[in-house]
C-alpha cells in the first residue's frame, strides 16, 4: 500500500504549547495520524525539537517544521510503500543530513515516522502494537508513576524533578492502577493536611511546597502507610533525579535549599539515600558527562535497583553503545522525541535488551492525547511504562489504553510485574 499524501498542522500539548500532527493518507484513503510530545527538561545530545523562534506564540510556534514535512518530507515519501517504515525513517534521515535532525527538525521527521506506522497498522488491519512488535510482543508493562513533582517540572519548588511510585507487590496491571490511585490521593491528603500542596504540576503530580528535598520521603512513605501498604514490599519509590539540571560541569546544586555539592559528595547523599529509603529505582542520578560518578554507582548498587539513563543516553544508539561498553548504568529510558524516527527508537529498545538491561518506555512533560508509547512498550516487550501521573488525561489515556491492549489480547496477555528487575539483579 503507498502513500497517497502528507500534510502536517500545528496543534498544542498539554501545557498549551504548539506541536505538531502529521496526516499520512495512503492511496486506499486509510490515514495515520502522528502527534509530538516535547520536553522540559531536556537532554543536550538529543534530537532538535524545531521551534521557529519569532514573536507568534512566544517564539514557541513549529511552522517551520510543518513547512519542512510539506515541502521536503512528502515528495520524497509520496508514493512509497508505507510497509516500509526502516526504508522511509533512513531517507528522511538522509534528507536531514544533520547529526541530529537539526535541518528539517526531530519533530517534522518523528511525527511523520508516527504517522507511517500508524497508517500502516490501520491498513493491514492490526492493532498498532502486534504491527511494531511483528505480533511477538505481549508483555504489559509495569507502571511507573509520578506521585510528586519537582525541578523544571513543578518551576524548581523542589530540585529532585520526580518522586515515583512502583507497585512491586501488584499481581496484575489492574492492581497496578489501584495501587497508585491509593498512594496518589493519600500523598495529595497529607499534602493538604500540612498546607504544603500548591497545585498539579506539568506531569499531573502533586506540586510541592516544602524547604528542603528531603521532606518529600517523609510525605510519601506516610502516603504509602495511609493507603495501607508496605513500603518496600507492596510498593517502592522511583526518584528522577534530573542531575544534568543541576550540574554547572564542577558541582551539584540545590537551588531550593541554597545548596552545593561536590562530585563526591553528591555521590554520598545518591548513596545514602538508596540505603536509606525503599528506593528500587533511580534515574539520572549524575549528569550525561560524570562518567565517573555513573560507573561508580552502578558497580556499588547495579545489582540493587534499576538505574536509569535519560540525559545520559538520549535513546541514541551510539550513548547507549558506549555506556554498555564501559556499565554506566542497568536501564535506558526511551522517548520517541530524543532521537526522532520510530525504527530507531525500536532500535534503541533491541540494543538495550540485548545487554541484558532494561528499557523503559517514557513520555514527555509536554504530552498529547496520543496512546503511542502504550504499544510500542507492549510491542518490544519492554516491561516497563512511565507516563507520568495519575491524573490528567493526557496521560491516563496511556494507562487506559493498556487496559485495552491487554483486553485484545486476551490470554495471550502476559504481566510479570517486578520480575521484570530479576534481568538485572541477577547479574
Known amino acids: 500500500m503507498r502513500i497517497k499524501e502528507i500534510d502536517a498542522y500545528q496543534i498544542y500539548d498539554s501545557r498549551g504549547f504548539p506541536t505538531i500532527e502529521v496526516e ?29 523562534k519569532e514573536k507568534g506564540f512566544r517564539g514557541k510556534s513549529v511552522f517551520k517544521a510543518i513547512g519542512n514535512v510539506k515541502k521536503i518530507i512528502a515528495p520524497e515519501l509520496v508514493g512509497k510503500s508505507v510497509f516500509d517504515q526502516k526504508d522511509l525513517d533512513e531517507q528522511m534521515i538522509k534528507l ?17 515516522s508516527m504517522g507511517i506506522a500508524k497508517a500502516a497498522a490501520k491498513s493491514r488491519q492490526i492493532p498498532l502494537y502486534e504491527y511494531l512488535g511483528e505480533g511477538k510482543g505481549n508483555l504489559i ?23 515515583l511510585v512502583i507497585a512491586i507487590g ?41 524547604n528542603n528535598n528531603e521532606e518529600p520521603f517523609e510525605v510519601f512513605l506516610e502516603a504509602i502507610e495511609r493507603a495501607g501498604y508496605v513500603a518496600g514490599k507492596d510498593v517502592a519509590i522511583s526518584l528522577d533525579i534530573a542531575s544534568s539540571d543541576l550540574f554547572d ?12 555539592f561536590t562530585k563526591e559528595q553528591f555521590y554520598e547523599l545518591m548513596v545514602e539515600w538508596c540505603e536509606k529509603y525503599p528506593i528500587i529505582s533511580v534515574e539520572d542520578p549524575f549528569a550525561d558527562t560524570d562518567f565517573d560518578n555513573w560507573k561508580r554507582f552502578t558497580k556499588a548498587f547495579g545489582t540493587k535497583i ?14 547507549i553503545r558506549y555506556g554498555i561498553e564501559h556499565q554506566l548504568a542497568n536501564a535506558v529510558l526511551i522517548k ?32 498529547t492525547e496520543d496512546a503511542f508509547i502504550s504499544h510500542l512498550a507492549v510491542a518490544t516487550n519492554a516491561g516497563q511504562l512511565k507516563v507520568g501521573s495519575f491524573a490528567r488525561s493526557e496521560r491516563m489515556v496511556k494507562w487506559n489504553e ?21 534481568e538485572i539483579f541477577r547479574q
Open 24 to 52: 499520512v493518507t495512503l492511496e486506499n484513503d486509510i490515514k495515520g495520524y502522528g502527534l509530538v510530545p516535547s520536553g522540559a527538561s531536556t537532554g543536550q545530545f538529543e534530537a532538535l525539537e524545531l521551534r521557529d
Open 170 to 210: 501488584a499481581k496484575s496491571y489492574e492492581e497496578t492502577l489501584e495501587m497508585t490511585y491509593n498512594i496518589y490521593h493519600g500523598a495529595g491528603e497529607v499534602m493538604k493536611s500540612r498546607g504544603k500542596c500548591v497545585g498539579i504540576a506539568d506531569e499531573g503530580g502533586w506540586w510541592p511546597d516544602y
Open 336 to 367: 520517541l522525541n530524543q532521537i526522532g524516527t520510530v525504527s530507531e527508537t525500536i532500535s534503541a529498545i533491541r540494543l538495550t535488551q540485548s545487554a541484558g538491561w532494561l528499557p523503559v518506555i517514557s513520555a514527555r512533560s509536554g504530552e
Open 96 to 112: 536531514d543530513g544533520s547529526k541530529n535532525k537539526s535541518n528539517l527538525g526531530a519533530n517534522a521527521i518523528l511525527g511523520v
Open 141 to 163: 508493562p509495569l507502571n511507573e508513576i509520578q506521585i510528586l513533582g519537582g525541578g523544571a517540572h513543578a518551576a524548581w519548588a523542589i530540585d529532585i524533578q520526580d518522586f
Open 402 to 422: 493498556n487496559l485495552r491492549i491487554q483486553r485484545s489480547l486476551g490470554s495471550n496477555a502476559r504481566f510479570v510485574g517486578a520480575e521484570i528487575y530479576e
Open 306 to 319: 534499576q538505574i536509569i539513563g535519560d540525559d545520559l543516553f538520549t535513546t541514541n544508539i551510539e550513548r
Open 249 to 260: 560541569g564542577e558541582k551539584y546544586h540545590f537551588r531550593s535549599e541554597n545548596r552545593s
